[in-house]
């Protein structure tokens, strides 16, 4: 494998605090060294000059759709959608179908990702059979075939001792229950959040509560139990001040919220647009503001995409029958620099910390870093690059996006997978 030297650039690794002008080189597939200046004949030489060399992005939440849904998405066209997007590890949701419940499951996208992935897949195992709630799944057996966590996302384990044998069990392998939060009673076939655009557009409402109960009803057990809880895509004020207080009492708990969440509000949903129904629903600036400030705190750990491509028959219907989902590797990470490091809310440092060194450290995952040794997962990001969202020009089959036309500026340029480089200014390579 030959060497690569990234020669130049503004080597960020919040793994250490680094922030320094400097090369990278890349020998072997790892990092064999960062220094202000690096001489290697040997090595092919990137100038990355007035570029941002960080650590590859590392997305906890997203769903391939394989298998069973391969007319939304593929392992293969999902991880070439992550790798545009300057994801380099992404992990997998089971709510597939069948759905991920068992070990021949995780063997399947495990393999499907080494053979067909242009990132690392790691397979999320559903908590219960078939994600019904009503009996816990294989999850050893899931765990000995590489399983990383487990997760019913896209349902709630609505029954409360299943959730609580759930968390007792992911204790024997130290490995997190992903919790997805909804009162489905409260929902009550809700189409958005309810409140004054709900009323005025004339759309049922879903409750705040219907996410907060739930998150209040795991936090007990979590205390309960002593187990991982991470909470999904958290969307509201009050769920953020919750697992604030959850983490003030010590309890191992955490959370992540989403690019949508963080730069769009209820007012998007007025013209109607499906592209903005989303599970759980856009909220109100109040709930935004407490979500930047709960990830600013560190309260909300990380930034995931919850990457949910769909078809186009899945989303140009009337507003109540369209799917729920934003298709998001490909402007997770511009929405951020654009909107939150652009505007001073963040610094690079802060944000990459949200969107790759902290994911690694909470699920335990390689990457996150730029360490000696450690694996060449890397993403180049020109800050002053400007583009405009074109959702027909994603590598997923999922165009479904509500930033079609929005010009965004600073978007990833290179991502490097193993030393491999995957994407070069906006070109995946197979």
Not at 159 to 188: C, G, K, Q, T
Not at 344 to 365: D, N
């Amino acid at each position: 494998m030959n060497k690569i030297l990234l020669k130049g650039g503004r080597v960020i690794d919040p793994s250490r605090g680094y922030d320094m002008v400097g090369d990278v080189l890349i020998d072997g597939g790892v990092i064999a060294a960062v220094a202000e200046s690096i001489a290697a004949e040997d090595a092919e030489v990137i100038d990355v000059s007035k570029k941002i060399v960080a650590p590859g992005l590392i997305d906890i939440h997203c769903h391939l759709r394989e298998p069973g849904f391969e007319r939304k998405e593929t392992i293969a066209t999902g991880t070439m959608a992550a790798a545009a997007g300057g994801f380099t590890s992404v992990m997998a949701m089971p709510n597939t179908n069948p759905v991920a419940d068992n070990p021949a499951a995780m063997h399947y996208v495990k393999n499907k990702g080494e053979q067909e992935g242009h990132v690392h897949v790691y397979p999320i195992g559903a908590i219960t059979k078939g994600s019904q709630g009503k009996e816990l799944a294989e999850m050893a057996s899931m765990v000995e075939a590489g399983a990383v966590a487990f997760s019913d996302d896209g349902r709630p384990v609505e029954n409360s001792r299943i959730m609580r044998l759930a968390l007792e069990y992911s204790l024997i392998f130290d490995l997190p229950i992903i919790a997805h939060e909804e009162d489905l009673d409260l929902v009550d076939e809700g189409d958005m959040h309810e409140g004054y655009m709900s009323t005025v557009l004339g759309l049922r409402g879903i409750p705040r509560a219907a996410e907060e109960t739930m998150i209040a009803r795991d936090i007990i057990l979590a205390r309960q139990t002593k187990a991982h809880l991470h909470v999904a895509h958290v969307s509201t004020a009050n769920g953020v001040e919750m697992i604030r207080k959850a983490k003030r009492e010590g309890l191992n708990v955490t959370a992540e919220v989403t690019p949508h969440h963080l730069t769009l509000t209820d007012e998007a949903v007025k013209t109607y647009d499906t592209n903005t129904k989303v599970n759980p629903p856009l909220r109100e600036q109040s709930d935004v503001e407490a979500l930047i400030q709960g990830l600013k705190e560190g309260i909300i750990d990380c930034v995931a995409t919850d990457h949910a491509p769909h078809t186009i028959e899945d989303k140009v219907i009337e507003f109540h029958f369209a799917a729920n989902g934003i298709s998001g590797f490909e402007t997770a990470l511009p929405l951020m620099w654009h909107y939150l490091v652009h505007s001073g809310k963040f610094t690079p440092m802060e944000m990459l910390r949200m969107m790759s060194t902290r994911p690694a450290e909470i699920m335990k995952l390689p990457g996150g870093t730029l360490q000696e040794g450690a694996p060449a997962d890397i993403v180049v990001i020109d800050e002053t690059l400007e583009k405009t969202v074109d959702g027909k020009s994603f590598y997923s089959k999922g165009k479904n996006t509500p930033y079609e036309g929005v010009s965004l500026k600073g978007w990833p340029v290179m991502t490097l997978v193993d030393g491999i480089v995957k994407m070069e200014n906006g070109v995946v390579k197979e």
